[in-house]
């Protein structure tokens, strides 16, 4: 199993550490990893994304130009990664600020809205662990106990006490993906 | 097993130097490698292992720091990014000169000048040709993954005391920047003051009762004296050839073409190979570890075994591909692809290339 993920929407959304917690999640379950930021001046304030490969194999680029899920939180990353996804795989959108929903015919295409539940829940922060779950729900490739173990290892000790937040908030999405359209 | 962690490759190569033993880290922050010195920094090697940690004025100054620090017998070292390391090939060339060990890692960055902080991989001139003045080299190690920013800092090490000579990890900013899996290596003492004079007897750290005075220099005004020292060089960059070559062959055996790559474009060539072989395109890479030492010998015996073409994939404007063409000696195809200036091509762009520039023509 290899999967090749794009998380893409802008800084300051959660886009590299949610990439990170479900890197670690895979190394809990033995997996290969590799996270790869796109990183330079057009993070401060602009768009961000990052790959993220698990794979039981080997990883071998760890750049790519397709993939089979993209997750996409923003317009810019909608317009830049829509087309990105290889026919077959998965697009997974929050809605909140998207004028121009996806078009493709020949991929699965499902929503979540996390924006609006994370504000629900009192919390922009978890916005990221929300479309965690919703992806998660999609494709149960890490188990929800990996899960945890990889959030306890991406948060630094003083912020233990967020993990059953998060997790609630995991859950949240995972109980709040649309299907918009299924192959 | 060792600790399992995931890591940026600059961090990894900032724990990985604690690890290795090393006296001192010498340095001054530049993207897409400050998270070297930022780690060193939070991670309190002081108090670990006695290391220490110092954020020089320059890069100049971190380099000499080296010389003076390496001429000692200890272990020290310095990263930078591409702009940074050519400010120190004064250095470089001074310490390649007086034969004295030390580690460097270059976080390559697009260029000329300032350039970007996107990664490249345009100073493959620069480190194996000899980026600063005079007859000398460097031993070049080109880690593909964050594993390998771990396991070369410790091989860098080994390599720089056993020749005397300064080893560089020639890395690049996605090497830097992503995160993988790594496991580290269980942590090597540092050498106390009794083990240094012990194993090192040109180390300058006082003259021994009744021995002689230790001088190291890069100075010698007599020509013939001169003459002689760069003859011993020399004659230790060819034991250097012989004994030092390191590569990994990824489905070479069966394969007519050969993708000859380094660092993050070995990465993205081995993907380029999977998409090639799905077309039942026999393609395998030559992935060179050591770019200097460079596997002149190994690229011979695959022409003599039938390999049809090779292409040298680099992100610059056709570097390695020189000696790549310097092995081939004209017998079969060979090109460079890459893409230039910060932008990383991609596993596609690799596999039209071939087709394009070694299969079609």
Known sequence: ?183 | MGELRLMKGNEALAEAIIRAGADGYFGYPITPQSEVIEYLTAAKPHERTGMVVLQAESEVASINMLYGGGATGKKVVTSSSSPGISLMQEGLSYIAGAEIPIVIANVVRGGPGLGDIQPAQSDYFQSTKGGGHGDYRLIVLAPSSVQEMSDFVPEAFDLAFKYRMPVMILSDGAIGQMMEKVELFEPIPRLTDEEVKAKYPWATNGKPKGGERRIITSLDLDPYKLEEHNHHLQEKYRIIEQNEIRFEEIMCDDADYILVAYGSSARISQKAIQLLREKGIKVGLLRLITLWPFPYAKIQDMVSKGKKGFLAVEMSAGQMVEDVRLAVEGKVKVAHYGRIGGVIHSPEEVAEALEQKIIGE
Do not use: C
């Open chain 1, 1 to 183: 199993m290899t999967e090749e993920i794009i998380i893409a929407g802008f800084g300051g959304q959660g886009v590299l550490s949610m990439g990170k917690i479900l890197a670690y999640s895979g190394i809990m379950q033995d997996q290969e990893v590799s996270w790869m930021p796109s990183y330079g001046p057009e993070m401060r304030g602009g768009t961000a994304n990052v790959t993220v490969i698990l794979s039981d194999e080997r990883i071998s680029s760890p750049i790519l130009r397709a993939y089979d899920t993209a997750i996409i939180l923003n317009q810019q990353s909608m317009d830049k990664f829509e087309q990105t996804v290889k026919p077959g795989g998965t697009l997974l959108y929050d809605p909140n600020g998207i004028s121009h929903h996806p078009t493709r015919k020949d991929i699965n295409i499902y929503r979540v809205e996390a924006a609006k539940k994370a504000s629900e829940m009192g919390s922009g922060k978890i916005f990221n662990m929300i479309v965690l779950g919703a992806y998660l729900d999609i494709k149960p490739l890490v188990k929800m106990e990996n899960v945890v173990k990889g959030l306890k290892k991406s948060l630094p000790e003083r912020h233990h006490k967020l993990i059953p937040l998060n997790e609630d908030a995991i859950h949240t999405g995972m109980k709040n993906v649309e299907i918009v359209q299924t192959l």
